[in-house]
Every structure is written in structure tokens, then in C-alpha cells.
């Protein structure tokens, strides 16, 4: 996620007055090995809107599953206080990592028998304050929303969430149970505005070995691309500040020789009128 887009939702969040959002994301393994998904979305940024714009929304709709296997439902969201959208569909799980800017609505499921959820948010290091605050203020906005992921038929027994920052970082996840369905609560700052991946384990250990070394050379490649970008970025005002020093030295250069004939012209001028006077 850029600059623009953190002020966009900054922005989104003090015109709506939309200060938090919440979003369930069930998920349900059948005996086919397939899963049962429920993905809901609510927010008081859609009261106000119709039917058609939240099924037309672009966060909404690039986000939806596009496996043609599965058969999408969709149901709209409205009472007194809020209005959302909640999809419910079938599929089976992914078998590996994805690249996708996409939300993970279809988790990863490894050979240790864990559920991965990747969200790829990652943001760019700048040396611009405006950026940094920007992004910081954002994250403090966004942090009191919860994205509460829930799993049914299984007992998760362990969950941990890894943040790419400047580096890796690791939070273990609690989980807590609600009849026969338990959740973990994520805190929303560390999924939408950064590059994080959550694990979620049937067993007393998390295995994120792969993972982490997944999102370790992930962020190396990215912070390639950034020194890179950043040495095309000084080399260019370089070029420029070269161009401008050149530029401003034949400009001297010019009005020296200026100066010099008018200097000329003047003594010029001034002895031929003192032969005038002489003669």
C-alpha cells in the first residue's frame, strides 16, 4: 500500500466518521477437505449506501474469491446501526503461498496441518516525514477495528501473527471459545497496513519455519527493490543539481563576457571623447 492509498483511508475514515470496521471471517473444514467460508464485512461507511454501490464497491469486489470452482453467495447487510456485506462459499484450500494483493479470504493449508493466512500490505521505507506520520496515524486509527478470524469443526490450539517491518517480527495470537466456534481477534493495523502472515495450528507448536523464511526473503527482495529505486532517485537529482550548476555557470560565464564588452564599449566611448576634447 503506497502513500496515496494510506491518505485515502485516512481521509475515507474523517469525512464518513468511520472510525472502525469489523470483519468475521469464518472458516469450517469438511470431511472432503474442502472449507466452508463465511467472510463478513460490516462498517457505518456502508449505512448510507445503496444495495448496488456496497456489491459495486472496489475494496469489496477486488477481493472476492475468483475460483471458478466455487459458487460465490452473497447476502446485504442492514439494520438501525450498520450495513455490510457477507460472503458464504466453498472451495478447497490453497496448497501454496500466494502472491496476491488480494485479502486471504482462502487460507493455505501446509504439510504441519496449519492454516496460513498472507496479507500482502507491505509499505515502502521512505525518508518522507509526511509518509511515516501519515502511516503511523493511520495504524493508531485502524487499530481499535478487529478482524476476528473463526474456525468451526477443528480446535486451534495455537496461533501466531509475523509482521514485516524493518524485519520480522512475531506475536502470539489468543484464542478463545464461543460454544462450538473459536476466534482470534487480530488487531487490524497489523494486517491492512503491513505485510504480515497469520498461522493457525491444531497442535500445541507453530511450525513457521517456511513461512518466516518465505516472508525473510520476500522483505529482502523488497528492500532491494527500494535501494534500488532510491540510488535511480539520487543519481536522477544529481544529474539535475549537475545540470542546474552547469546551467548556472554558463549563465555567469555569460554575463562576465557581457560585463567585459560593456566595459569595453564604455572605455571605447570615453577615448574617443577625450581625443574629441584633445583635438
Known sequence: MNKACIILIISLLFTTGCFDFDIVHYIEPKKDKSLFIKFRVTSIYFKDQT???????????ANIPDDKNSKVTYQLIQNDLTAGLEITFSAKPQTTYSNSDKLPIIPCYDKYNQYILIFHNYQQSNSNNDLFDSQQIAEGIVSSSKYRLA??????KKALIIVNRDQPEKFNLSIYQIGNVYFID?????????????????T???????????????????????????????KNENDDTDEYNNDDNTQSEEQLDN????????????????????K
Open 204 to 234: 500445541n507448536t507453530v511450525n513457521d519455519s517456511e513461512i518466516s523464511n518465505y516472508l525473510s526473503k520476500l522483505l529482502a527482495k523488497r528492500k532491494e527493490k527500494e535501494n534500488k529505486y532510491q540510488e535511480q532517485l539520487n
Open 259 to 278: 560585463n567585459y564588452n560593456e566595459d569595453e564599449n564604455e572605455n571605447n566611448q570615453t577615448d574617443s571623447s577625450t581625443d574629441t576634447i584633445e
Open 51 to 61: 444495495s448496488k454501490n456496497i456489491f459495486a464497491n472496489d475494496i469489496i469486489k
Open 151 to 156: 474456525f468451526g469443526n477443528i480446535i486451534p
Open 186 to 202: 487480530i488487531p487490524m493495523n497489523l494486517i491492512l497496513i503491513n505485510e504480515s502472515a497469520v498461522i493457525v495450528s491444531s
